[in-house]
């Protein structure tokens, strides 16, 4: 750190040689991330609020009011209009806020959750940050969750079960409706991560897509994680906690007497309201129609790219339920097809389990970006 500053011009161009090190969304060049290129109204809606402290809701009121609304929109949108939560992070803080809510309210000595071997690895840290013990429950032959293997883990110290609506290798939605007969009947705390699901499966539906249900329309489901960065277009990071009742929030809530709010039940304390008011600008300017848009749009581009991967002499892995396309070659491994595809300029991750590359079909890739994309892979193999 320099004495003296820099003009702002100079550390503008100075910030420009970093950026360009980036890879950028627009370029249809990322194809294994759930994030996308942020809609322009969310964009300006962040700016608008970059003031705004929602830890410390009473200095900006008007904020504290967009977040109520947001909870109720995306209550109306996941099935419960009268629901209770945060506009957060992300997703991995919302899994942890759920885990912590079932597990205070539980209240047993050597608290367990059970969770898909699918599930995001974000499990993984809420089990060591609140120290539960983590059951990891088999998945079926189509990578669902496998209800037998739930129901063989279950224990007196179970606090919760979780189900993943839009797996995160795969895209698959796990059995929700079982889990929620199974928790009601057994008074166990059902977590829904929706953080990629939340967002297109019921737009989907609304659309005629024959889709499961997996929101607060069943009953034994006691909270859901939305993130609006992802299939909602807001600007990172922004993610949503949804709990069916207020005791889930004020089994977290600690006091804080400094604030002009007397308890907090958020991980984090200073929490932009930024994202906030994306999520409200972006959920009033599109409407439901507009996305169900952007959710019949990657659907469709998504089953063009898998019929052009079949058409290739490439294997899918599984046919695709929501906008994920996993597949892999034949001939060579997917650690030397994830190669190739990077020396061609494409960034693609792999799922673990099976092993397979993933490609996202999210809102910034294009018809043009896919037929690039086949035209490179119908190459690969003889390169």
């Known amino acids: 750190m320099e004495d003296k500053g820099i003009p702002k011009e100079q550390i503008y161009q100075m910030l420009r040689k970093y950026k360009e090190k980036d890879l950028t969304h627009r370029s249809g060049r990322i194809l294994g991330s759930m994030c996308t290129c942020p809609h322009p109204v969310g964009v300006k809606a962040y700016a608008m609020f970059l003031e705004s402290n929602l830890g410390d809701p009473g200095l900006f009121p008007g904020t504290k009011a967009l977040e109520d609304e947001v909870i109720t929109m995306l209550g109306q949108l996941l099935g419960k209009e009268d629901v209770y939560g945060h506009i957060i992070t992300g997703g991995t803080e919302a899994n942890l806020m759920a885990m912590r809510a079932a597990r205070n309210l539980k209240n047993v000595e050597n608290p367990e959750i059970i969770v898909p071997k699918s599930a995001h690895f974000s ?10 013990d983590l059951k990891m429950a088999e998945l079926d032959d189509d990578y669902r969750l496998d209800i037998s293997s739930v129901e063989d883990l279950i224990c007196d110290n179970t606090v919760a ?18 889990l929620s007969r199974i928790c009601q009947e057994q008074d166990i705390h059902l977590h829904v991560d929706a953080a990629f699901g939340g967002y297109i499966i019921p737009f989907l539906k609304e659309s005629g897509y024959d889709l499961p249900e997996f929101d607060f329309k069943l009953p034994g489901v006691s909270s859901i994680t939305i993130d609006p960065h992802k299939m909602g277009l807001a600007p990172i990071p ?3 906690i949804l709990f069916r009742e207020r005791k889930h929030l004020e089994a977290m809530a600690i006091e804080t007497p400094y604030l002009t709010e007397d308890l907090q039940s958020t ?42 991967i079949k058409e290739a002499g490439f294997e899918l892995v599984t046919e695709p339920e929501l906008n994920i396309v996993p597949f892999r070659s034949p001939e060579i491994t997917v ?3 994830a190669q190739r595809l990077e020396d061609k300029g494409w960034a693609v991750s792999l799922a673990t389990y099976p092993r397979s590359i993933r490609v996202i079909v999210m809102p910034h890739l294009k ?3 896919i037929n690039d994309f086949l035209k490179d892979l119908e190459t690969i193999t003889g390169d």
Do not use: Q
């Not at 499990?123 to 539960?132: H, I, R, T, V």
């Not at 507009?290 to 052009?308: N, Q």
């Open 267 to 308: 991980v984090v304390g200073t929490r932009t309201g930024a994202a906030t008011a994306a999520t409200w600008a972006l959920l009033k300017h599109l409407g439901r129609e507009g996305y169900r848009e952007v959710a019949t749009s990657c659907m469709d581009i998504t089953h063009k790219l898998a019929e052009g």
């Open 123 to 132: 499990f993984k840290k809420a089990a060591d940050m609140l120290c539960l």
């Open 335 to 337: 650690e030397e097809l």
């Open 367 to 369: 018809a043009e970006h």
């Open 161 to 178: 079960i979780v189900g993943v609506a839009g797996t995160t290798e795969l895209g698959k939605i796990d059995p929700i409706e079982d």
């Open 238 to 240: 922004t993610g949503g």
